[in-house]
C-alpha cells in the first residue's frame, strides 16, 4: 500500500504589500499556526509575519523543495504577482483553510454597505460610526 504525501509552498505576507516570508512544509495547518502564534523563532515573528495569502500543493517533495527555493529568488513584484492570481483581496486564507471562517452579513446602507460577521447581532450601523 503506498502512502501518498502532500507538500504545500506558501507564502505569509504582514498585510497586503507587506513583507513576505515563502516557506515549504507538509503539515500546512501545523506550520502556519506556529507563525501566527510566534512560536518560530526568527523572520516571521520579528516582522509580524502572520497572514497566509497563498499557497499550493505538490506530491513530490523534491519538487516543493525546489519551487520553494525558485520562489524565494523571484523578484518581489512576480511574488505580488503569483499572490494577485489566486489571491487578488490579499484575504488572510486561513480562517478557510482551518474552517473557521464565517459567512458575513451585509447590513444594507444607502451607498455604503456594512459588513458584519453573523456572530454579532446584525443591526444598522449609524453613518457617523463607521468613519
Known amino acids: 500500500m503506498t502512502r501518498e504525501h502532500v507538500y504545500f509552498v506558501y507564502i505569509l505576507a504582514s498585510g497586503c504589500n507587506g513583507t513576505l ?11 502556519v499556526y506556529e507563525h501566527r502564534e ?3 523563532p526568527g523572520f516571521t515573528k ?20 525546489l519551487r520553494e527555493k ?11 504577482a503569483l499572490i494577485e492570481t489566486q489571491n487578488p483581496q490579499w484575504r488572510d486564507l486561513w480562517p478557510e483553510l482551518t474552517g473557521q471562517a464565517q459567512p458575513s452579513t451585509i447590513v ?3 451607498a455604503h454597505p456594512t459588513v458584519i460577521p453573523d456572530t454579532v447581532h446584525p443591526t444598522v450601523i449609524p453613518d457617523t460610526a463607521k468613519r
Not at 21 to 31: E, K
Not at 46 to 65: C, M, P, Q, T, W
Open 70 to 80: 525558485r520562489v524565494k529568488r523571484w523578484r518581489r513584484k512576480w511574488k505580488l
Open 108 to 110: 444594507p446602507d444607502s
Open 38 to 40: 510566534g512560536l518560530v
Open 46 to 65: 520579528r516582522y509580524g509575519v502572520k497572514l497566509l495569502v497563498y499557497f499550493e500543493e505538490h506530491s513530490d517533495i523534491n519538487e516543493a523543495i
Open 21 to 31: 516570508y515563502v516557506g515549504v512544509t507538509n503539515d500546512l495547518i501545523s506550520r
